[in-house]
């Protein structure tokens, strides 16, 4: 099977940066990724690592260790409207995609 | 281009009646999946699709039917429902080549299903 863990919740200030980790266990691997979903909202794609290493896109960064089996999502420059939850999911085998449980963040003033 | 597309939006049944959610997606998608969505337990797999006329099992399949006829609608089958199927329903589609810019899913905007 397939398991994904992240904290549960997160508080940040507007303008800092935070990192939000991931541990998976899974049987099969063909990447990581990461989403954003606001209250009421649909998730949407933010990131993908399928190797080692840092991936950027803007303000959000993400990385990959596959040999620890871990990740994280890193936002940068913090601001109000990134207030919402955060998804990893793993690609195993069978193009199976499962998600983590979620992080909520939220920024405050 | 409409993207992915589910219905109902809403939708409130009693316990033992049945009913199916239906999403459509124009992207020519391969793969297809429904996601239920509960407070605290984040998205999980229900049933997927790799290809017209294919289905599997994902994490909670217990309850639920799919079908996929045609490979830009799947299907969402409640036989009986019941109140632990109360949640909101998600429907994803992606590409089948994993390659830059194609692992994304693209999701519907989901369905606040209540089961009384």
């Known amino acids: 099977g397939q398991s994904l863990e992240q904290p549960s919740e997160v508080t940040a200030v507007e303008g800092a940066i935070v990192q939000i980790n991931c541990t998976y266990q899974t049987s099969g691997f063909y990447g990581l990724s990461w989403y954003q979903q606001h209250d009421g909202g649909a998730p949407t794609f933010l990131s993908y690592n399928a190797l080692d290493g840092l991936e950027e896109t803007g303000r959000f960064s993400s990385f990959l260790s596959r040999s620890d089996s871990y990740g994280y999502l890193l936002l940068q420059e913090l601001q109000m409207k990134d207030s919402a939850s955060y998804f990893c999911a793993v690609e195993g085998g069978y193009q199976k995609v499962t998600f983590g449980t979620g992080t909520k963040l939220q920024v405050i003033p | 281009n409409a993207g992915v597309t589910q219905t109902p939006k809403f939708r409130v049944l009693k316990t033992g009646q049945s009913m199916t959610l239906l999403c459509a997606q124009d992207m020519n998608h391969e793969y297809m999946y429904w996601y239920r969505q509960d407070p605290g337990m984040g998205l999980r797999l229900i049933h997927y699709s790799v290809g017209e006329g294919t289905t599997a099992k994902g994490e909670v399949p217990d309850g639920y039917n799919v079908s996929r006829l045609k490979k830009q609608n799947f299907l969402l089958g409640l036989e009986s429902a019941a109140p632990s199927q109360t949640s909101v329903y998600f429907c994803?589609?992606?590409?089948?080549?994993?390659?830059?810019?194609?692992?994304?899913?693209?999701f519907g905007s989901g369905t606040q299903l209540s089961v009384l």
């Open positions: 994803a589609s992606s590409y089948s080549d994993r390659g830059p810019e194609n692992e994304k899913l693209f």
